[in-house]
């Protein structure tokens, strides 16, 4: 075929698109009414896991030209849209505009729903508990700097819970303004300097490293000042208008987890992960009892963080274990703990998450 009998067919396909896209967006109306009858969540994420597995699997069966991650983009996009029409959903995340957190959420969320920045962690735990917000989205855990304590503190003192999780593999980049100019010295925060920083005087030489309060302050003195380059974001670079010079390669990258916060837990999907909280007796002893209530039901136990208390005769910890709040060995569990004069809190069940976000 000729490239403009390409052209036409595409032209035909693309009305087709649009067509199918509306009838969907219809349907996914319909099942949003059901929800609002029934008083369900528009966003379920073990729904949409499920949906974008098979949709990949549908993919591959269909020997088909895209990949995984175009798939999952593509989709993500669309979603997004139908979320928007449904509830004009919105996102409260860490801010500021463009950070790790605001990139990670678009990722999830899309860029059709309304984004809502806050300055803290108070801010998001507030957003959402006033209802202003939707879902909060916060940081939970980096793979460089281990837990993010200010996450947990706060969702043991509040009646927030975890509704769904994201992992996130981050790759820095460096963002300047076009046209050429000899990039003399590159912003950045102080943990991203530090990680990137042979990379970054490998393949800039002679140029200065200069801390920042954050990855989008940086982006902005870049965005006013030709020469200085940001290390960042993606997103800060388009929020910007700054090009995108170098990406750090997968050896520099970090992994973080966020968590999606809800006004409740999210519902079983199958493959499921529970925070709890455990306030037991500080003594001997005491988290091998934690940990055999759970050992003896063939329960796993992911991961333990302990944090103080302000009373020095009982000790905090939060574990991540394997299943759903609702499974009934985990009931047992808890009901074992609370036997032994443990007090037991449930921060949240939500999908074990199978893919890495990234940009």
């Known amino acids: 075929m000729s490239l403009d009998e390409v052209r036409i067919k595409i032209d035909s396909i693309d009305q087709h698109l649009l067509r199918l896209l509306n009838e969907r967006a219809e349907l996914v109306h319909a099942v949003g009414e059901i929800k609002r009858k029934d008083d369900l969540d528009i966003y379920v994420p073990g729904r949409e896991d499920k949906l974008l597995r098979k949709l990949v699997e549908i993919n591959r069966a269909q020997n088909g030209r895209l990949t995984e991650r175009a798939i999952r983009a593509i989709y993500r996009e669309i979603m997004s849209a139908a979320l928007a029409l449904e509830n004009n959903l919105k996102i409260a995340y860490l801010g500021p505009t463009g950070s790790w957190t605001h990139q990670a959420a678009v990722n999830k969320f899309g860029h059709c ?36 304590h200010h996450t947990l503190d706060h969702l043991a003192d509040s009646a927030l819970q975890i509704y769904a999780e994201i992992l996130w593999k981050a790759d820095a980049a460096v963002m300047a303004q076009g046209g050429g100019t000899a990039i003399t010295e590159i912003h950045g925060r102080a943990q991203m300097l530090a990680q990137c920083r042979p990379w970054l005087e490998r393949n800039f030489p002679g140029a200065k490293l200069v801390e920042e309060a954050s990855s989008s302050a940086a982006a902005a003195l870049a965005e006013r000042n030709a020469g200085i380059a940001a290390l960042g974001t993606p997103l800060s670079a388009e929020l910007h208008d700054l090009r995108v010079v170098a990406t750090s390669p997968s050896e520099h990258a970090t992994q973080t987890r966020f968590i999606i916060l809800g006004r409740r837990s999210g519902p079983p999907s199958g493959h499921d992960n529970t925070m709890l909280m455990i306030h037991s007796h500080d003594r001997v002893g005491a988290l ?15 991961q333990i963080e302990n944090r103080p208390t302000p009373c020095g005769t009982q000790a905090r910890f939060f574990l991540e274990i394997s299943g759903h709040h609702s499974d009934a060995a985990i009931q047992q569990a808890v009901a074992a703990l609370e036997g032994h004069a443990a007090q037991v809190k449930m921060l949240g069940s939500y999908p074990a998450p199978a893919w890495v976000e990234e940009r």
């Open 113 to 148: 729903v309304e984004y809502l920045p806050e300055a803290s962690t108070e801010g998001v735990f507030g957003r959402v508990a006033a209802q202003t917000a939707d879902y909060g989205v916060l940081p939970i855990e980096h793979s460089t700097e281990g837990a993010v």
């Open 288 to 302: 091998m009892e934690v940990l055999q209530a759970f050992a003896a039901r063939n329960i796993n136990v992911r």
